[in-house]
């Protein structure tokens, strides 16, 4: 069976929602995972995606970040996804729940250690502490 793309909405559905109060109409979300989880669906899940959802957990539904994370973090590993470069968003998470940094922030620093990038243009000294030099900007 060929991928398909899967949108923020569904994957929000799935992390807020419980089976005893979901609306009728989005019932179906628990039973597609179980699916998706075992490979039986397969889905095509992009960074974008995986971004809005959790700025939508975090920001609308205040999930804490580190919860979120680890939430996505394990929907990320499920046998039917595919998602490009998901070593990198799993270590990304995984610097999220130990660590302070943002999820952009983890996302730069785990993209740049995968790709050996030692640089970055930026005023954020945190990136310092994770081991990123700070480049001048003239």
Do not use: W
């Amino acid at each position: 069976m060929a991928a398909s793309f899967i949108d923020t909405n569904v994957i929000v559905r799935f992390l807020v929602e419980t089976p005893n109060s979901i609306q009728k109409k989005f019932g179906g979300v628990f039973s597609f995972f179980d699916k998706v989880e075992t490979g039986e669906i397969r889905i095509e899940l992009t960074e974008l995606v995986l971004f809005e959802s959790f700025f939508v957990l975090t920001r609308i539904y205040k999930i804490p970040a580190h919860e979120v994370s680890g939430a996505l973090s394990k929907l990320v590993s499920f046998k039917g996804v595919n998602l490009p470069n998901s070593k990198i968003i799993i270590n990304c998470f995984q610097i999220i729940q130990v660590e302070q940094f943002d999820l952009v922030d983890a996302y730069l620093i785990t993209y740049s250690k995968a790709k050996g990038i030692k640089g970055i243009y930026s005023f954020d000294k945190d990136m310092v502490k994770a081991g990123l030099n700070l480049l001048e900007i003239s």
